[in-house]
């Protein structure tokens, strides 16, 4: 069973602090995507890795995919209330085939 | 913008009942998805299709089936509900550039679907 071990599961932090949501596996990703999720709505794409070593930035949000497509990282810089939501990574195997991981829910403090 | 509706937010059914859950897209994607979401289990495909009257199983596909007749649109039917498949069901498209193949995809907005 292919697993993406996403942490952590919750973050509350105050406005202004920074943070880093991670994931994890030991399959190797044909691309890698991040999700934020808003309550009783569905998953919006905020990106996609698909290089090794990639990184993206996204306003105060950056995006790295790790050098082996095994991995990637989100962090945000000076967290804002309207950052507030549920985080989704998914690595794509490619054949439809997407691994989600079990989401980060951050609060974020006015 | 890509489009994605689902077409009933909030159901609540009665154990038994039949469900119809309606999915429709609106920017010609191939691709089309079906997908729950539970606290602690994260998303889980039921079942896709990658084309018109074409359907795969996912990981979990005991007790629902789909349906997919035109290209925009895709149905995912509970034949008898049960309280085990109250959930959050998300529709999804994606779509190949040429032959590139990112895995994005489009969800819609939800069906929370209660069954007593």
């Known amino acids: 069973t292919q697993l993406l071990e996403q942490s952590p599961q919750f973050l509350s932090i105050q406005e202004g602090e920074n943070l880093t949501v991670y994931c994890n596996s030991s399959s190797v990703f044909s691309s890698l995507q991040w999700y934020r999720q808003e309550p009783g709505e569905g998953p919006v794409l905020l990106v996609t890795v698909v290089t090794g070593g990639e990184v993206k930035k996204l306003k105060r949000l950056t995006f790295q995919f790790g050098d082996a497509r095994k991995d990637s990282s989100l962090h945000i810089t000076a967290a804002q209330p309207g950052d507030t939501g549920l985080y989704l990574c998914a690595g794509y195997t490619g054949g439809f085939k997407t691994i989600f991981g079990a989401g980060t829910r951050l609060f974020v403090k006015a | 913008d890509v489009k994605v509706t689902q077409s009933s937010r909030y159901l609540v059914k009665r154990t038994g009942e039949k469900v119809f859950l309606e999915c429709v897209q609106d920017?010609?994607?191939?691709?089309m998805f079906w997908y729950r979401q539970d606290p602690g289990l994260g998303l889980r495909l039921i079942y896709f299709?990658?084309?018109?009257?074409?359907?795969e199983k996912g990981d979990i596909p005991e007790g629902y089936s789909v349906s997919r007749e035109k290209k925009e649109r895709f149905s995912l039917i509970l034949e008898s509900a049960s309280t085990n498949q109250t959930s959050m069901y998300l529709c999804?498209?994606?779509?190949?550039?040429?032959?590139?193949?990112?895995?994005?995809?489009?969800f819609g907005e939800g069906s929370r679907l209660t069954v007593l």
């Open positions: 920017m010609d994607h191939e691709n």
């Open positions: 299709s990658y084309d018109v009257k074409m359907k």
């Open positions: 999804a498209s994606s779509f190949l550039a040429g032959e590139i193949d990112t895995g994005e995809l489009f």
